[in-house]
């Protein structure tokens, strides 16, 4: 008789889509055991990958399917570990492991075979899209990886633009790791060394996009364009990602940034009409007047039948793009659903404020029909006006 793992997942997978572990039993006469079940111990860490410690956080449980196997699905448990903000922590990884077994009851005692334990894997805070296979390689998601983003492959920036943006430096089943992101522009190229190690918060490095961000390798003089794609030595990693600098901005830019499906930041300027609003929101109350604790009652000018007890409010801005190509539509969806963005409102001081998207329905357009195309969202400030903790 016989366990063993029959589906693992990806060496790295996206801890909000399915993480899958499958296990069979060839022993026929154990699963006949009503009481018959997959067992696994989880394991979960950050820091080194041998930090995983002698005792799992969780034991998992599955009675055996119609096809005799047990499929493990860890993604929620593994996605609940992933607690940290993307702009907090740039490297958000979680190692796992599994320990498996099977058990069955005899009587009012358990009987336990031996004990098969996964490979150490690694989840990052991202997720994956329908129509990508349950537990592809990470490597395939996207065509610039190991930048994390999906592209476009053609974006634009302004000279004053800062960020930063992530590139995946741990191992991810097979790929080869890069060291340095080689930027090329009509003034020459340049390189951005990068590096990694086996802790958990060294799998993704950040490297500049913006050409006015510390440490971005390219005089801003006379720059017209600029690419950036991974390297390892002198072997290419991924398509590259073209820059096109601005020059025409006729009203205030409105940076905004946004955790992708990688769980790292993909960056738009929105340098159309915006406009702000705020509103506040009240309840009141009828204070009893006058002085009914005084030997005669009388009241004051200045008192109010009606006061304030709540005043809230909210603040929002609404955006506008420029006219853009459809190749804008993927990542755009992802600030549709991201549950972290925020507006860099003063970029040479890096200060950025929280908001949260209130758009809901947008019809994408194509260049076939539309050409370029223009696309407005509406925000709400993640801080009200009040500094009330």
Same mark, same amino acid.
């Given at each position: ?23 069979? %039993? ?9 009481? /018959? ?7 979960? +860490?950050? &820091?080194? *990958? ?17 096809? #005799? ?30 320990? /498996? ?18 490979? !150490? ?39 004053? #633009? ?5 590139? $995946? ?9 890069? #060291? ?41 003089? &006379?720059?017209?364009?600029?690419? *950036? ?28 940034? +946004? ?9 738009? #300027? ?14 009141? $109350?009828?204070?009893?007047?006058? @002085? ?12 109010? &039948? ?19 190509? %459809?190749?804008?539509? %993927? ?5 549709? !659903?991201?549950? %972290?963005? $925020? ?6 001081? @890096? ?12 019809? /994408? ?25």
């Amino acid at each position: 008789m016989s366990l063993s793992i029959t589906q693992t997942p990806a060496l790295v997978s996206l801890a909000q889509s399915p993480i899958i572990f499958t296990l069979a %039993e060839s022993d026929t006469n154990l699963l006949t055991s009503s009481s /018959f079940q997959y067992v696994g111990e989880l394991y979960y +860490w950050t &820091g080194s *990958v041998s930090d995983s410690g002698s005792q799992s956080q969780y034991t998992i449980v599955k009675y055996p399917n119609t096809s #005799n196997v047990g499929i493990f699905d860890l993604n929620r448990i593994i996605n609940s570990t992933l607690q940290d903000l993307a702009i907090q922590n740039t490297s958000n990884v979680e190692y796992y492991a599994v320990d /498996f077994y099977w058990q069955w009851l005899s009587g009012s005692i358990y009987v336990t075979g031996s004990h098969t334990k996964s490979d !150490v894997y690694k989840a990052l805070d991202g997720y994956g899209v329908f129509q990508e296979p349950i537990g592809q390689n990470i490597t395939s998601a996207s065509v610039h990886w190991p930048l994390m983003t999906d592209g476009p492959v053609t974006q634009s920036a302004f000279i004053d #633009n800062r960020g930063t943006a992530g590139v $995946y430096v741990g191992t991810a089943g097979g790929n080869i790791q890069p #060291n340095k992101i080689v930027y090329t522009s009509n003034l020459g190229s340049a390189n951005y060394t990068i590096s990694g190690s086996t802790s958990s918060s060294a799998q993704i490095a950040q490297y500049p996009i913006g050409p006015s961000q510390a440490g971005f390798p390219l005089s801003t003089v &006379g720059l017209e364009y600029y690419s *950036v794609q991974a390297f390892n030595n002198s072997t290419a990693l991924g398509l590259p990602i073209t820059y096109t600098i601005e020059c025409i901005q006729k009203y205030p830019n409105v940076r905004i940034k +946004w955790k992708n499906r990688y769980g790292q930041f993909d960056w738009f #300027n929105f340098y159309m009409v915006n406009r702000q609003s705020f509103q506040t929101e009240k309840k009141t $109350y009828q204070p009893q007047l006058g @002085s009914w604790e005084s030997s005669t009652l009388s009241y004051q000018n200045y008192d109010s &039948g009606i006061l304030n007890y709540i005043v809230d409010s909210k603040q929002s801005i609404s955006v506008n793009s420029f006219w853009i190509p %459809e190749t804008y539509n %993927e990542i755009l969806k992802q600030l549709l !659903v991201s549950d %972290e963005i $925020y507006w860099i409102y003063d970029e040479a001081n @890096s200060l950025v404020r929280p908001i949260t998207i209130t758009t809901s329905d947008i019809t /994408f357009k194509t260049g076939v029909v539309d050409h370029l195309i223009q696309y407005s969202f509406d925000f709400d400030y993640g801080q009200a006006y009040k500094l009330i903790i």
